[in-house]
């Protein structure tokens, strides 16, 4: 298995401007989650789903944040507009129902100038 | 609201050096704690899950502990390569997320 698959693994973007990162989980994983890590606050949760729909998302940050995910292959986190504070490495991770750990992909590094 | 707290942030051993990281918790009912290595520029990598106090799993020279209120991760003799940051976490009846510590940095000079 290729694991969880991030993509982009760099994004630099202008103030403003709208951010997608994308996620493929690991096939057979049932949940989903995306985490922001910064040197400040370590890793935070974001946002969770279980088969496809969002359980928690009381780790948005802002109405600026969205995610999705329209199947059990793909996910999607939006940032619009974003701000230089937004700057941070997004990670999506994925674990099985009945499984405990869950597995990270590589991470997104996000640059807002 | 859970939380965790990973010490010491950092830490540099010798070749060969023995230590232990420690890893502090309050959570709501346990339902695992976990063991990640994250290398520069990747994302977390499992290592260890424990469920209840008095477990211990070890992998090479890596050994992780458990107690109601902490964990430790014992490093026998740690080489180079085992240089890294080390995160703990855990999941409560809460739901199945993870809560992370701060992490610590371990580097082990030759």
């Known amino acids: 298995d290729a694991g969880v698959i991030q993509s982009p693994r760099h994004e630099v973007t202008e103030m403003g401007q709208e951010v997608t990162l994308r996620c493929k989980p690991i096939?057979?994983?049932?949940?989903l989650f995306w985490y922001r890590q910064t040197m400040m606050r370590g890793l935070e949760l974001l946002i969770y789903?279980?088969?496809?729909?969002?359980?928690?998302d009381s780790g948005m940050p802002e109405d600026r944040f969205s995610a999705k995910m329209p199947n059990a292959s793909f996910s999607t986190l939006k940032i619009q507009p974003s701000e230089p504070r937004d700057s941070a490495v997004y990670f999506c991770?994925?674990?099985?129902?009945?499984?405990?750990?869950?597995?990270f992909g590589q991470g997104t590094r996000l640059t807002v100038v | 609201e859970d939380q965790v707290t990973q010490s010491p942030e950092a830490l540099r051993l010798q070749e060969g050096e023995s230590s232990s990281l420690n890893c502090s918790y309050t959570?709501?009912?346990?339902?695992?704690l976990f063991w990640y290595r994250q290398d520069p520029g990747k994302g977390p990598e499992f290592l260890f899950t424990?469920?209840?106090a008095g477990e211990e799993k070890e992998k090479e020279r890596l050994k992780a502990t458990l107690t109601k209120k902490e964990s430790f991760l014992h490093i026998t003799a740690p080489k180079p390569e085992d240089s890294a940051t080390y995160l703990c976490?855990?999941?409560?009846?809460?739901?199945?997320?993870?809560?992370f510590g701060g992490g610590t940095r371990l580097m082990v000079k030759p």
């Open positions: 096939s057979g994983h049932d949940y």
């Open positions: 789903f279980n088969n496809n729909v969002p359980i928690d």
């Open positions: 976490a855990v999941r409560s009846n809460a739901g199945n997320m993870l809560t």
């Open positions: 959570v709501s009912g346990l339902r695992g």
């Open positions: 424990l469920y209840s």
């Open positions: 991770a994925s674990k099985t129902r009945a499984g405990t750990e869950a597995f």
